[in-house]
């Protein structure tokens, strides 16, 4: 079975703290993917990387870094959080192509006060 | 307009019900198609993919519809277990990125 795993199931920070979420997979797929969701917005893709070392931005990259090191590994970056960016954190991975299946990490709900 | 878009619902139904979802998508160039479950404070799950000539697995039947760009979902004999949130899902035609609707809500009740 695939699995992806998040660094932390709930994370509070405050306003301006830089906050590191990773997120790693063991199945050795190419694709990896950052996600928020809120209600009524449904999942919006923050960043993405189909390979080590490179990304591409989502629909949502504003205040958001990401950082891919390792094929296994995609970590998201919030460099100065804000209250906006209180939500839940979802990553993926799927293998290589874009019609492949995606599959999550159990999330991080991430709150900013 | 959304790239895809779901009626968020709530269905209520009772159990042995029939229910079913359908999801409107924009670009015509979408090739893969996916219907994703969702438990509350959960991550989504695949519940299947979507093929052209339409699939089934078990209680659930998905359907495509390339002329008039939709996708649906049937779910028989509805149980308590399926209460959740259905998400739509396809490819934008970019290379690795999917979209995914805001989900449709599910209750079956006694």
């Known amino acids: 079975d695939v699995k992806v795993t998040q660094s932390s199931r709930y994370l509070v920070k405050r306003t301006g703290e830089k906050v590191f979420l990773e997120c790693v997979q063991d199945?050795?797929?190419?694709?990896m993917f950052w996600y928020r969701q809120d209600p009524g917005l449904g999942l919006r893709l923050i960043y993405f990387s189909y390979d080590v070392k490179m990304k591409e931005k989502g629909d949502i990259p504003e205040g958001y870094s990401v950082s891919r090191e390792k094929k296994e590994r995609f970590s998201l970056i919030l460099e100065s959080a804000s209250t906006n960016q209180t939500s839940m954190y979802l990553c993926?991975?799927?293998?290589?192509?874009?019609?492949?299946?995606?599959?999550f990490g159990p999330g991080t709900r991430l709150l900013v006060l | 307009r959304k790239e895809v878009e779901q009626d968020p619902g709530p269905f209520n139904v009772p159990e042995g019900a029939t229910v079913a979802f359908n999801c409107t998508y924009s670009n015509s160039a979408s090739q893969s198609f996916f219907w994703y479950r969702q438990d509350c404070r959960k991550e989504p799950k695949l519940l299947m993919s979507?093929?052209?000539s339409g699939n089934e697995d078990g209680r659930f039947t998905a359907q495509l519809n390339r002329a008039s760009q939709y996708i649906s979902l049937l779910i028989r004999d509805s149980k308590l277990s399926d209460s959740a949130t259905y998400l739509c899902?396809?490819?934008?035609?970019?290379?690795?990125?999917?979209?995914f609707g805001t989900g449709t809500r599910l209750q079956v009740t006694l």
């Open positions: 979507v093929y052209s």
């Open positions: 899902v396809g490819n934008t035609g970019t290379a690795s990125k999917l979209t």
């Open positions: 993926a991975s799927s293998l290589q192509g874009g019609k492949e299946t995606q599959y």
């Open positions: 199945m050795d797929h190419e694709n």
